[in-house]
T-cell receptor, first 111, second 116 residues
């Protein structure tokens, strides 16, 4: 069965600074990987996904992530943080008929 | 509907009470998932349906939890004799399929269950 590990339950950056949220996965088959964002009292919203093809994927709100098979990683980045990026971020991995989430990383953006 | 709809949004139950949580997936979506999200945690898998078939219920924490999707659309998650540790947000997600290039899951806003 697949699993996801998100390193760092809390990340704090200054507005305008680089955002890096780490995700490592394990999967017995080629994975499909996702990043979701959750704002307070809201459901999960898809940021971006990797299925096949290009390993650098771009998502909404200026986020991108790179699939690195050799490192079993799918880290999420954004060059310049916005105050509106403050939220909880979840990495997820799917195999057929199954989707598992990491524990989440809470991003705080300081003015 | 336009998205996944869950009801009620909030539910307060007395310990020992039975509750039923409803999920209306996006029309035509084959796959439906239930997750439990405790405060400060990521969503934990509970169960998965493909149409009306419950293919995986390995995440249900006890036999007090039961889920059904009798006609392959609306799903109900039932919790019997609720306990305080059942307090969490229960998320429902649906997708066209799992596998291939259509596996994006769309989430409802969740039902926040508080057991007092």
């Amino acid at each position: 069965a697949q699993s996801v590990t998100q390193l760092g339950s809390h990340v704090s950056v200054s507005e305008g600074a680089l955002v890096l949220l780490r995700c490592n996965y394990s999967s017995s088959v080629p994975p499909y990987l996702f990043w979701y964002v959750q704002y307070p009292n809201q459901g999960l919203q898809l940021l971006l996904k990797y299925t096949t093809g290009a390993t650098l994927v771009k998502g909404i709100n200026g986020f991108e992530a790179e699939f690195k098979k050799s490192e079993t990683s799918f880290h999420l980045t954004k060059p310049s943080a916005h105050m509106s990026d403050a939220a909880e971020y979840f990495c997820a991995v799917t195999e057929p008929n199954d989707m598992r989430f990491g524990a989440g990383t809470r991003l705080t953006v300081k003015p | 509907g336009a998205g996944v709809s869950q009801s009620p949004r909030y539910k307060v139950a007395k310990r020992g009470q039975d509750v039923a949580l409803r999920c209306d997936p996006i029309s035509g979506h084959v796959s439906l998932f239930w997750y439990q999200q405790a405060l400060g945690q990521g969503p934990e898998f509970l169960t998965y349906f493909q149409n009306e078939a419950q293919l995986d219920k390995s995440g249900l924490p006890s036999d007090r939890f039961f889920a059904e999707r009798p006609e392959g659309s609306v799903s109900t998650l039932k919790i019997q004799r609720t306990q305080q540790e059942d307090s969490a947000v229960y998320l429902c997600a649906s997708s066209l399929a799992i596998g291939g290039d259509r596996e994006e899951a769309f989430f409802g806003q969740g039902t926040r269950l508080t057991v007092v």
